[in-house]
């Protein structure tokens, strides 16, 4: 052996071998002061790692299990608001403080010019805590961190592909639509007008509560219905709790009911079930077996005066029809940046969804309101049920399993309104999106036991349920909002761009055709999209394990706007109603007047100043603060700070924009603000 030559041995060959250093630098060898790693020291380093990661296990499933015990309890006591998406907000902010910190690493890193590949290098070539702690970082990342996110990664590029094939078809059977000019047709000759005995009995409902702003616009609407006036009943179902504004709503049932329309006003004594069960006692008045049709319109609906006869004759000839659909138009999609992406993503849904699904498979998701039900099929599935959120879609689904077709009428418009306000917006998706999950849990041993086709049994299962309300939210919150930003700290799960930008693009495309005015939107789409999965995904989750968010129940905001033809025909109307002589319905009215007056004089005190009194000052506006968007915002943006350090081009511009618009959401910067 040469005299520079230093040989090495251990005791236990197997683990260790041999190692020779040739030469006499000083620089190779360890400086003598440093304590060498013995092997029993690296036995217990490794036992004390396999202690935590049992402890991690153990608490994981713990928790599991304490949270499956306490979601399978007491599902109908109220929850305490303030702890409502904790364990979201949580979760997204260790993954922030764990982006936080491995930014903070790799900025150091970046700067002292480390290689990547500092994790070969041998021990005694590290210096400092920092550098060990990133060559740990490495280590631990691409042995136990990166398998776990490509994996996860792959599993959602798969829903997505999936999801957005779907959409493809779906855009596809819209085009064979428009192609062939498919659209329902009257089976036999259209209602004799000039014998009001050969039209049908028909029954109005307009469920409401709390509607101040448009209870008159609709109650107004549905009163000028064009229909023979002893064939049609309007039942006003008043679910508020103001007793003023109770007054309010009949003193407008008695304008009418005088005018000759045949108008009633129904106010429960015990409000419970919320507009399933306002529907449901309103089913079971003695009349009500007079009448065949029921057609349901929300509060700020405006129906046109031809609407049921444009509707109700579809159901003449045609035994096994149940429910005719119609189309919603908005009044206010020009309004603000938020209503224009609504107004983009319900269009999509008539236009493309609702109208393939009628033409093809006779079934859909009834919208709720704007639609004519044949009151039998409504007896025969059971009727409205009070057990989720989503009374329209639990009976549109029991009267599919009993056999009942649906039709649905893109030509046949009603008016209504979007929400303006994203506090708004946000809590009627979170019912829109809890509800169904509640539904499908409920429903599932009924389509597997039900006597329809094993092809219907796989729609209503696999798209209508699974794909569309579950997949969707699950997929574009993981991959857009939690793998992606990760993955600018786990290069070896990188996403390709395909994934992040050209796909969603094109979805995006097919999403805005139904309404082409709205193509300068497309990018803010596609961002805003990418912004609600939070919420559409917690509300998925809490309808999935019935926590107690899933039973939450909020009235949308209504603003009480109107298309230039509505207020035209209502000032008329208000006109005639000031010409009045009944003086309690003056009287009434110039109480409530005095009320909010005085109301509005205690909450904003006079202020003198040299003696003379300022003007009042106006209720100001205030913004709402989203943690959970906020969190969001962050992460992205230290994901995006992480992607410029690496160069990686359309990653970094889409993160930086993708968290600028949490940012903008969580700061409640788009719509309307609240009062």
Known sequence: MAPNSVAVTMEKPDNFSLLEINGSDPSLFPDNKRKSISP?????????????????????????????????????????????????????????????????????????????????????EVRGLVEWSYMA?????????????????????????????????LCLGCFWIKFKKIEPKLKDDELDLEDASNFPMVLIQIPMCNEREVYEQSIGAAAQLDWPKDRILIQVLDDSDDPNLQLLIKEEVSVWAEKGVNIIYRHRLIRTGYKAGNLKSAMTCDYVKDYEFVTIFDA????????????????????????????????????NLLTRLQNINLCFHFEVEQQVNGVFLNFFGFNGTAGVWRIKALE???????????????????AHLNGWKFIYLNDVEVTCELPESYEAYKKQQHRWHSGPMQLFRLCLPSIIKSKIS?????NLIFLFFLLRKLILPFYSFTLFCIILPLTMFIPEAELPLWIICYVPIFISLLNILPSPKSFPFLIPYLLFENTMSITKFNAMISGLFQLGSAYEWVVT????????????????????LHRRNSESGLELLSKLKEQEMNLAEQETPKKTLGGLIRPKNKIKKRNMVFKKELALAFLLLTAAARSFLSAHGLHFYFLLFQGLSFLVVGLDLIGEQIN
């Open 557 to 576: 905001k209504k603003t009480g706007r109107s298309s230039e033809s509505d207020l035209l025909a209502f000032a008329e109307k208000e006109e005639k």
């Open 137 to 169: 970082w490495l280590s631990f990342r691409s042995d136990y961190i990166a398998p776990i996110v490509i994996t996860l990664s792959k599993f959602c590029t798969v829903l997505f592909l999936i999801q957005s094939l779907d959409r493809l078809v």
């Open 454 to 458: 094993i092809g219907k049994k796989a």
């Open 300 to 335: 700020d609906f405006t129906p046109s005066p031809d609407f049921l006869k444009k509707t109700v004759p579809h159901f003449k000839g045609n035994p096994e029809l149940g429910l005719v659909q119609a189309r919603w138009s908005f009044v206010n999609k020009d309004e």
């Open 380 to 398: 025969e599935s059971g009727g409205w049920l009070e057990r989720t959120t989503v009374e329209d879609m639990d009976i549109a689904v029991r």
């Open 40 to 124: 029993k020291q690296f036995s217990w380093f490794l036992l004390l790692k396999a202690h935590r990661v049992v402890s991690c296990l153990s608490w994981l499933f713990a928790s599991v299990k304490n949270r499956i015990a306490f979601s399978s309890k007491n599902i109908n006591e109220e929850e305490d608001p303030k702890s409502r998406g904790k364990q979201m907000y949580r979760f997204i902010k260790a993954c922030l403080v764990i982006s936080i910190a491995a930014l903070s690493i790799e900025i150091v890193a970046y700067y002292k010019n480390w290689n990547l590949d500092l994790i070969n290098r041998p021990s005694w």
